[in-house]
């Protein structure tokens, strides 16, 4: 459920977290689902399928989305710019990202982009979930991209546990040594709350990782 608090903005679920009030309904579950799937297609894989037009950072205009988004669904005639900028704002993970009227995916892209995201505050160590059979081959031939054009790691191991449960039941989680390879000169991206971006990551700074206390338990 996503809502508006007339104090607070816009929050996911029954009531304000700050103050409790149920605040204005903007759109349902199934929805919020639905149009946020679409942005993820849209953002990330193919602008042109709706007729946008994405600058070299990834970015379209909010304005000219919101008219694809209510042409090509046409279920999603009442969809207005402040709904998409409540799914923005209220997103857990930061996939994405509102600037001066444009907005854009900040990672997951299939396609060639110069995203040009922060590099600061980057943890001394990152983590990157690979199945059983792949972990020996990364661990001695490195990390690179496979279906999108930059490497995704993750913030923390759990982050990691996570992701790579999509596409294996029991992820094999490596650790990269993110502090010495930007100190080699590797640039490491930030991208949304828990992920960072890297163009590939060479297998002197790989290893795998140990479970942490907040997984096992």
Aim: with cysteine; glycine share 6%; charged share 30%.
């Amino acid at each position: 459920m996503l809502r508006e608090c007339k104090s607070h903005g816009y929050f996911r679920g029954e009531a304000c977290p700050i103050c409790g009030d149920k605040g204005r309904f903007l759109m349902n579950e199934k929805e919020l689902d639905q149009i946020g799937r679409t942005m993820a297609g849209v953002l990330r894989h193919f602008p042109e399928k709706f007729g946008l037009k994405m600058d070299s950072q990834g970015f379209v205009s909010l304005k000219d989305f919101v008219n694809a988004l209510r042409t090509h669904q046409r279920r999603y005639h009442w969809v207005r710019p402040y709904h998409i900028i409540a799914i923005i704002e209220t997103d857990p993970k930061g996939r994405y990202e509102v600037s001066n009227d444009m907005i854009r995916a900040t990672y997951g892209h299939t396609i060639e982009l110069d995203l040009k995201l922060p590099t600061d505050n980057t943890p001394d160590k990152l983590y990157y979930p690979t199945t059983p059979e792949e972990a020996d081959i990364i661990l001695e031939t490195g990390l690179k991209p496979s279906d999108r054009k930059l490497v995704h790691l993750s913030k923390t191991y759990k982050d990691a546990v996570v992701a790579g449960s999509v596409r294996t039941e029991s992820p094999v989680i490596l650790e990269v040594d993110a502090k010495k390879a930007v100190e080699d000169g590797i640039t490491i991206q930030r991208a949304g709350k828990t992920v960072f971006l890297v163009e590939e990551v060479p297998a002197c700074y790989l290893k795998r990782a140990q479970a942490t206390e907040e997984v096992k338990e």
